[in-house]
């Protein structure tokens, strides 16, 4: 069975950082793009970021790129994302993703994240 | 950047067919897939490749897509399929998802 499991969410400062990671099992994760996709609670689902198998590509929506960093171990089956200068408006859910054939087929339970003074 | 746009609501009865419908600029040109998101739930991918079912999903689910339009449908509703149902396509390296459209079963 695929397993993907986040952590790190958490109450952060406005401007401040937050390290989010996942955790895989059941599948080889080195053979697989990677997604982040975030969900304000209550509202739609947006995706975040994207990184290539051998981390040699990354993509970014527009509102993160240049703030987050989406990032790879595969020799410990490890997914991140770092988030700095970290805004009100990231306040979501975040989902870890792993994608196939074009579609996200399996999905973590998702880490809080929460901007805030 | 690219949209996908879907209704907010829609109401079918149990046993009727569902069918929700997602818009955007040449999506038929792209694949098209389909979620389901059930309340404090994780979204299960129910349709990939415009009409393709993962392992597991119910034949009652199907997915079409041409032109403009993407559409899921769901034959035999029942009232576990009661959720948000959420498209989702791939254009210039990022991924973009319709807003989502919640399905009651009334």
């Known amino acids: 069975e695929e397993r993907l499991k986040e952590s790190g969410g958490g109450l952060v400062q406005p401007g401040g950082s937050l390290r989010l990671s996942c955790g895989v099992s059941?599948?080889?994760?080195?053979?697989?793009?990677m997604h982040w996709v975030r969900q304000v609670p209550g509202k739609g689902l947006e995706w975040v970021a994207n990184?290539?198998?051998?981390?040699?590509?990354?993509n970014y929506v527009a509102s993160v790129k240049g703030r987050f960093t989406i990032s790879r171990d595969n020799v410990q089956s490890l997914l991140y994302l770092q988030m700095d200068s970290v805004r009100a408006e990231d306040t979501a859910v975040y989902y870890c993703?792993?994608?196939?054939?074009?579609?996200?087929?399996?999905w973590g339970q998702g880490t809080l994240v929460t901007v805030s003074s | 950047s690219y949209e996908l746009t879907q209704p907010p609501s829609v109401s079918v009865s149990p046993g009727q067919t569902a069918r929700i419908s997602c818009s955007g600029h040449k999506l038929g040109d792209k694949f098209a897939c389909w979620y389901q998101q059930k309340p404090g739930q994780s979204p299960l991918l129910v349709i990939y490749q415009d009409n393709r079912r993962p392992s597991g999903i119910p034949e009652r689910f199907s997915g079409s897509n041409s032109g403009t339009t993407a559409t899921l449908t769901i034959s035999g509703t029942q009232t576990g399929d009661e959720a948000d149902y959420y498209c989702?396509?791939?254009?210039?390296?990022?991924?973009?998802f319709g807003g989502g459209t919640k399905l009651t079963v009334l």
């Open positions: 989702q396509a791939w254009d210039n390296n990022t991924w973009v």
């Open positions: 990184i290539k198998e051998d981390a040699s590509e990354t």
């Open positions: 059941g599948f080889s994760f080195s053979s697989y793009w």
């Open positions: 993703v792993k994608e196939v054939r074009y579609a996200f087929d399996s």
